[in-house]
């Protein structure tokens, strides 16, 4: 399984940060992983921020919950994440992660996009 | 929510030596913990899940171990490679959240 994020790496505070993580080597529909994020802010510790079962329920950290969507698109084998009202605070590595509930762990990881906050 | 603390932040420790991290949960979470290693620059990999189970591939100096609240990872005979920063992570079955540990760095002695 290969996942690989994709978007903006420059998002102007306020505004949306909006990112896809592409799936290939296995199918989202039907699996029973969550589809997920977690960033990585530089020189800092790891944070979940949100993920999706394919049937489209999702889970949020609860201090990210106000701002973020995470969805799946079974179609073309993609999940997204959306973050809005960014400031610098924000700026981080964010990964995109297959997460496997019924073991607890992740262990798949796209190889991580940095998004910057800045105007 | 749940809350991980790892211990130490920092290591400093020699190549041979045996090292010991601590991880620990503020309620108990069963033995629904995981242990990455994570190099400069790279996605996380994970080493052991359900708390003591080695991942496939990984090198059996690698072991964990703990129930409930206090979980430990422990390096025997530390090699080049291994130096590296190691995250401690739960997964809380009944909100379905996910929570890391703040990371332990293991440096050159």
């Known amino acids: 399984l290969q996942l690989q994020e994709s978007g903006p790496g420059l998002v102007k505070p306020s505004g949306t940060l909006s990112l896809t993580c592409s799936v290939s080597?296995?199918?989202?529909?039907?699996?029973?992983?969550?589809w997920g994020w977690v960033r990585q802010p530089p020189g800092k510790g790891l944070e979940w921020i949100g993920s999706s079962y394919y049937a489209g329920t999702t889970y949020y950290n609860p201090s990210l919950k106000s701002r973020v969507t995470v969805s799946v698109d079974t179609s073309k084998n993609q999940f997204s994440l959306k973050l809005t009202s960014v400031t610098a605070a924000d700026t981080a590595v964010y990964y995109c992660?297959?997460?496997?509930?019924?073991?607890?762990?992740?262990?798949?990881w796209g190889q991580g996009t940095l998004v910057t906050v800045s105007s | 929510d749940i809350q991980m603390t790892q211990s130490p932040s920092t290591l400093s420790a020699s190549v041979g030596d045996r090292v010991t991290i601590t991880c620990r949960a503020s309620q108990s979470i069963s033995w629904w913990l995981a242990w990455y290693q994570q190099k400069p620059g790279k996605a996380p990999k994970l080493l052991i899940y359900?708390?003591?189970t080695l991942e496939s591939g990984v090198p059996s100096r690698f072991s964990g171990s703990g129930s409930g609240t206090e979980f430990t990872l422990t390096i025997n005979s530390l090699q080049p490679d291994d130096f590296a920063t190691y995250y401690c992570q739960q997964y809380n079955s009944y909100s379905s959240t996910w929570t890391f540990g703040q990371g332990t760095k293991v440096e050159v002695k």
């Open positions: 080597g296995g199918s989202i529909s039907g699996s029973s992983h969550h």
């Open positions: 992660a297959r997460q496997t509930p019924s073991v607890a762990h992740i262990k798949d």
């Open positions: 359900k708390a003591s």
